[in-house]
Structures are given as structure tokens and as C-alpha cells.
């Protein structure tokens, strides 16, 4: 029995579309599989590039900690250019030669206070290391170990950890 012109030529075109749509498929069929990945390093990137801020919540008064990062910005060369008080915050502005540093130091209760350092290198890049010395170096204050010359007794347990090498 002879089959139509129209049926053979309609089976034809279908196995054709059929193998053309199944190259189209391979790369399609593995984008879900590519788009977390590909998320996940940009995100990468922009929360290195926009949220890579040092933070730190100390038990003490906003008022204690704004005066030992004040005598810390001091001891370090770091060049204060404006303190604002607000309701809840205190934000204090400086600059290095190359930065400019913003510390936030944010009421949470009267004796908890958390801190918050940023410092850029222009409109992208941020200096974590300096933010981190900034709070190591306000807690040094903090703890009178500045003025008492006690050594690692006075020092906050994380940072004896450090003196000791890590132990």
C-alpha cells in the first residue's frame, strides 16, 4: 500500500524539526544546571565588592567605644574629619591617604553597641583589613590595656588567641 506524498513528506519534516530542536535542546536542557552557577559568581562578587564591611558587637556604652576609636584613629595616623551624632547612631568620618573610613557605632540597648567599619579605596574597593585593625585596635582601648601597659591579661580573649598563635 503506497503512502500519500503528504503523510511521507509531513513524517519527513517532523524527524527533521525533531533532531534540529534536539541540538537547540542540549544547551537548553543544561541552562538550568549553568544559571546558579553563573548567579552565584557574580553574586560573589558584588557582596565582596558592596557589603564587605567589618562588623563587631561589643558590650559596652556607644559613648565608651566612640572615645576609644577616637584615641585608636588617633594612634594610628588616621585623620578624623567629621563625628554625627544621630537619635540612635554615631557615625565618625575619616581619611587615610588613600581611604576614607566610615565608623558606625550603633545603639542596639544602653550597654550593646555594634559596630560597623567601612573602608574604601574609591567606589568600589574596600579595605578589610583596615576595618578589622580599626575594631582590634578600639578594643585594645576598650579594655584599658593601652594605658595600663598589663600585657595579654587586659586583652580580649580573641585577641590573646592571637598573641599565643592561635592555640
Do not use: W
Amino acid at each position: 500500500m503506497a503512502r500519500p506524498a503528504g503523510l511521507g513528506r509531513f513524517i519527513q519534516m517532523a524527524v527533521f524539526a525533531f533532531f534540529l530542536s534536539g541540538c537547540a535542546a542540549a544547551p537548553v536542557a543544561l541552562l538550568p544546571a549553568a544559571v546558579p552557577a553563573i548567579i552565584a559568581g557574580a553574586g560573589g562578587g558584588i557582596t565582596y565588592t558592596f557589603t564587605n564591611i567589618a562588623y563587631r558587637t561589643i558590650t559596652r556604652p556607644p559613648e565608651e567605644i566612640e572615645r576609644a576609636t577616637l584615641r585608636a584613629m588617633e594612634k594610628m595616623s588616621i585623620r578624623v574629619e567629621k563625628l554625627r551624632h544621630k537619635e540612635y547612631d554615631t557615625e565618625i568620618y575619616a581619611r587615610t591617604r588613600q581611604l576614607k573610613i566610615i565608623v558606625t557605632l550603633e545603639r542596639m540597648t544602653p550597654t550593646l553597641t555594634r559596630m560597623k567599619v567601612n573602608a574604601k579605596k574609591g567606589l568600589i574597593f574596600k579595605d578589610k583589613n583596615t576595618a578589622f585593625e580599626i575594631i582590634y585596635q578600639t578594643e585594645f582601648f576598650l579594655t584599658g590595656a593601652a594605658d595600663a601597659e598589663k600585657g595579654a591579661q587586659a586583652l580580649p580573649k580573641s585577641m590573646q588567641e592571637n598573641l599565643q598563635g592561635g592555640r
